[in-house]
């Protein structure tokens, strides 16, 4: 018993570590300069975002995610036992990188499991270090985006599951409605135009940083058989970042469902919308 309590503080210990603010940065905080900017990704505004993701009680919190997680290594090998001692040697350049906007994420490893229907689906598996920076980033962006989505969307939201659509679907049927139409967007995921998905998000967050990063992880390559394939459309599966970009792009499928009067529960990107049995009469 001992023995889990000290393992466990040496992990807290670690993390404080490997999230310790250098004494440059700690510096500019108390000064109240501002951190470092890239040419034409200045801060728009009082918009203070990136700040915010890299604030080390927001790191220690998706550090925790991570390891929780687990998984397997990305396209570099690195492990996430591994993460906390790379962090602890790299983080003051990862940090300056990210407030400057010059962070590049690395290729996605590609990986097929198998579907239901004895077909493959293809995930991508990020690196150690691209889901733990993905994930503080979900952090800051998630509390600000989520209360604006539809009561009718349940997949990927905090405090919603798969249960609770279906018990809204069995609530429309009681309520009278009769005609359902399933919907499901076949390999949304591959297909995301990634243009039209950053308009969708730059009208939510004005820091340019975090928008540049977001594209980023959008057009992050593939590696597939050792063989590095550019990405020009769909978000990855398996990035922490790609559920809630998800939502954000099919949010706007959702209110105008809601705007033709539309009783639907969505998870992801299958939903069925409802209408009474008189009004689906043409």
């Not at 009680?57 to 906390?84: F, P, Y």
């Not at 949010?251 to 539309?262: A, Y």
Request: charged share 30%; glycine share 8%; hydrophobic share 35%.
């Amino acid at each position: 018993m001992h023995h889990g309590k000290a393992e466990h503080q040496k992990s807290i210990d670690q993390m404080e570590l490997a999230l310790e603010e250098t004494g440059e940065a700690r510096q500019r905080q108390r000064s109240g300069e501002a951190g470092p900017t890239a040419c034409g990704l200045e801060r728009s505004g009082n918009d203070d975002l990136m700040d915010q993701i890299v604030e080390r009680s927001n790191l220690a919190r998706a550090l925790k995610r991570v390891r929780q997680n687990q998984g397997s290594a990305g396209s570099d090998g690195m492990t996430v036992n591994e993460l906390v001692p790379y962090l602890r040697q790299h983080w003051a350049r990862l940090r300056e990188e990210l407030l400057a906007g010059r962070y590049q994420p690395s290729v996605v490893r590609q990986h097929a499991i198998p579907k239901g229907n004895g077909r493959m689906r293809m995930v991508g598996i990020p690196t150690v270090l691209d889901r733990f920076i993905p994930q503080a980033v979900l952090q800051v962006l998630q509390p600000r985006f989520d209360p604006t989505f539809s009561e009718s969307s349940y997949g990927f939201r905090p405090g919603r599951s798969a249960h609770d659509a279906v018990c809204q679907a069995q609530r429309d049927v009681q309520s009278g409605r009769r005609w359902v139409v399933d919907v499901d967007l076949a390999a949304f995921f591959d297909r995301v135009n990634h243009d039209l998905l950053m308009s969708q998000v730059s009208q939510r967050i004005t820091d340019r940083r975090v928008l540049a990063l977001i594209r980023r992880y959008l057009e992050a390559g593939i590696m597939a058989n050792g063989v590095v394939q550019e990405r020009v459309e769909g978000t990855p599966q398996g990035g922490p970042l790609s559920p809630l970009l998800a939502n954000v792009l099919l949010d706007e499928v959702d209110k105008e469902l809601e705007r033709r009067g539309h009783r639907f529960a969505r998870y992801a990107d299958d939903s069925a919308p409802r209408r009474r049995r008189e009004e689906a009469v043409m």
